[in-house]
């Protein structure tokens, strides 16, 4: 199956800084997505990004796709220690049918306040 | 309600122990989701039901059991686990589509094996 690699695989910045976020994939999909966990709680859906999207905005997320590199950004503007978490993003593996989600290796973002 | 309930949120468990995870969403999903999660890795998916039925099993080892009762509700059956078994269990939901679109997870079950 397939595997996202996020990275970097941990972030640190100060509170009010943009965070970056990269993402590479291996197969074809059908969208991605991106996921936070907070530590030991489960996963809160961000945004989703279909494969004939380049570009989408949510709030202070905004998210790219390149779907010739099979590479995604995630991009979190003026952060918040709030924001502190892992980031993972997820693809669909391309088929069809609820086959639910491959996830990346993920992101640690620390927010120093 | 938006929610997907896990319980127990901690279980401690034996070698020789038959315990059982639970998961309920009233969402009206039809599709529903075991994964597994170690410290510091991304979570793995074990088990796949859609309308009920079975849809995907990750080459999951037998002592880990699925069950789904009715479109509500997730069971995952645990017997003779091993230590390395202990981990983070995540149940999640998605409303049946032509693709997996976004997966609504519960806050897991902390699963330690002895």
């Known amino acids: 199956s397939q595997q996202g690699e996020e990275d970097p695989q941990a972030l640190s910045i100060q509170e009010g800084e943009n965070a970056t976020m990269n993402c590479s994939y291996k197969?074809?999909?059908?969208?991605l997505q991106w996921y936070r966990q907070n530590s030991g709680r489960g996963l809160v859906h961000l945004i989703l990004?279909?494969?004939?999207?380049r570009e989408k905005h949510s709030g202070r997320l905004r998210v790219t796709l390149d779907t010739s590199k099979k590479s995604s950004s995630l991009l979190i503007t003026a952060s918040r220690a709030a924001d502190t978490a892992s980031y993972f993003c997820?693809?669909?593996?391309?088929?069809?049918?609820?086959?639910?989600?491959?996830f990346g290796k993920g992101t640690h973002l620390i927010i120093q306040p | 309600d938006t929610e997907v309930t896990q319980t127990p949120k901690h279980l401690v468990m034996g070698m020789t122990n038959k315990k059982s995870l639970k998961c309920e969403q009233h969402?009206?999903?039809?599709?529903m989701y075991w994964y597994k999660q170690k410290a510091k890795k991304p979570p793995e998916l074990m088990f796949v039901?859609?309308?009920?039925?079975?849809?995907i099993n990750e080459s999951v080892p037998s002592r880990f059991s699925p069950e789904c009762p009715n479109s509500s509700l997730l069971n995952l059956h645990l017997h003779a686990l091993q230590p390395e078994d202990s981990a983070l269990y995540l149940c999640?939901?998605?409303?049946?589509?032509?693709?997996?679109?976004?997966?609504?997870f519960g806050e897991g079950s902390r699963l330690t094996v002895l």
């Open positions: 999640a939901s998605s409303p049946k589509r032509q693709n997996t679109g976004e997966l609504f």
């Open positions: 197969t074809s999909i059908n969208n």
């Open positions: 990004i279909r494969s004939n999207e």
């Open positions: 997820a693809t669909d593996g391309g088929g069809g049918g609820a086959d639910g989600l491959t």
């Open positions: 969402m009206g999903h039809r599709a």
């Open positions: 039901y859609s309308y009920e039925k079975l849809s």
